[in-house]
């Protein structure tokens, strides 16, 4: 026996390290896993540390650079990415050789002993099929991350937004619960003086109420919107104490014809068109495992009744492709690159529809907030201002005075709706184009 296994043994260490190099060199670099620095990494330099939580006043850019840092659903995909460099590394792998022995009869006079070692070897492109499809498979991982960075950029922006209009809605609605409680204060000073009915305090005190109440309501609002701004960086309560940005500043964005343009460089297109090819590279994939591989053997024999040793042995194998031709692993990898391409298509289509709805709102709310900021807001506060004065003047009865601080109040709403929706139909453009 031990005659045998010397051969094996050397030919197990000549072939180790080969096939050691053959796969090192096929290897690609490491990717960079983080993880927990423990006692013996003292030696190892430190990795960047993630930004901290945003304090005091936040700039759009700062709200960025930190989700961009700290958002787990982006470092998901990060992972992810950095995983399919290892179905890479594992499509260039080579199939490992076999170590085969055999033994006919068990007394020793006629005993016949074999050693050999078999290797298979691909035929029909089995290995450039793989790695291209591991390839593929990166840059579709690639191109998710470059979709997932652009839907994290718009849902920050959209957010910081929300929490510059929120906040202004709270400074109106302290500005409205001031005007109600001068205009209370108005009210009692004239019936005191006889000129008016005690109803007319009443009505100004029920005004204040409402004022208040819509202070509350606007305090509510903006504690939610810092919440969804803080949650875009993973953290559970916000730090910040307010948002600075311009939001006299409206956006706009080029006609819809010159963003169709565009269309083929935004993420999502980019995504479908690495799928689309990714499924083709499967159906080669299926396609090249139609080809039997060829297994060939080499060993030794030894008959211990001849004086004569070992013989060379030599052999080949081919499995014969009489009933598994892989044609069901291939025609469902045919139906599903189809599907991809369906995919794309509905794709483009879908983006091209929500791409004009996001530009006709974009042109609507900006026109809207235009004609407001212009004209109605400053006629508004005209009419409220001679309506007050005429009020402290025994002019007008209050109810005049209500009746132009609504109208005041729901144009002021009014304009920071239409601020709001013409940066949420900026976003959503910026985050369908990858801007």
Do not use: C
Not at 208 to 226: K, M
């Amino acid at each position: 026996m031990k005659h045998v296994v010397i051969p094996l043994g050397l030919a197990a260490a000549l072939l180790g390290p080969v096939a050691q190099s053959a796969t090192a060199a096929a290897m690609p670099p490491a990717p960079q896993v983080q993880r927990s620095a423990g006692p013996l990494d003292a030696a190892e330099p430190a990795e960047p540390a993630e930004p901290a939580e945003p304090q005091g006043i936040l700039t759009l850019d700062t709200a960025l650079a930190v989700a961009m840092a700290r958002n787990p659903t982006l470092s998901a995909v990060r992972q992810e990415l950095d995983a399919t460099e290892g179905g890479i590394a594992q499509a260039r792998t080579i199939p490992n050789p076999a170590i085969g022995f055999e033994m006919e009869d068990t007394r020793r006079a006629s005993r016949t002993t074999t050693a050999q070692m078999s290797l298979p070897i691909e035929l029909g492109g089995k290995r450039s099929a793989r790695i291209d499809a591991a390839q593929k498979a990166r840059d579709l991982a690639s191109a998710q991350l470059n979709n997932a960075e652009a839907d994290l950029r718009a849902a920050v922006i959209g957010a910081f937004f929300q929490v510059l209009v929120a906040q202004e809605r709270v400074g109106l609605a302290e500005s409205s619960v001031g005007i109600a409680t001068r205009g209370t204060q108005a009210a009692a000073r004239r019936v005191m003086a006889g000129k008016v009915s005690p109803l007319e305090q009443t009505r100004a005190e029920v005004e204040q109420a409402n004022a208040e109440l819509e202070l509350a309501e606007a305090r509510a609002t903006l504690d939610s919107a810092r919440q969804q701004l803080a949650a875009q960086w993973g953290s559970q309560a916000p730090g910040f104490a307010s948002a600075s940005g311009d939001l006299e500043a409206l956006p706009s964005r080029p006609l819809p014809g010159s963003l169709d343009d565009t269309l083929d460089i935004a993420p999502a297109m980019r995504a479908s068109q690495s799928e689309m090819a990714r499924r083709q590279a499967l159906v080669n994939v299926e396609r090249s495992r139609q080809y039997p591989d060829v297994t060939v053997s080499v060993g030794a024999k030894r008959e211990y009744s001849s004086d004569r040793g070992y013989y060379p042995v030599l052999g080949v194998s081919l499995p014969l492709p009489l009933f598994d031709r892989n044609q069901g692993n291939l025609y469902t990898a045919i139906r599903q690159a189809d599907k991809a391409a369906d995919e794309y298509r509905a794709t483009r289509v879908r983006l091209a529809s929500d791409l004009r709805q996001a530009s006709g709102q974009l042109a609507l709310s900006r026109n809207g907030a235009l004609t407001l900021r212009q004209t109605v807001l400053p006629a508004a506060q005209r009419a409220y201002q001679a309506a007050a004065q005429g009020f402290e003047a025994g002019k007008f009865a209050y109810l005049e005075v209500l009746d132009a601080q609504r109208t005041l109040l729901q144009a002021r709403v009014r304009y920071l709706g239409a601020v709001a929706a013409t940066y949420q139909a900026a976003t959503a453009i910026d985050r369908m184009l990858g801007r």
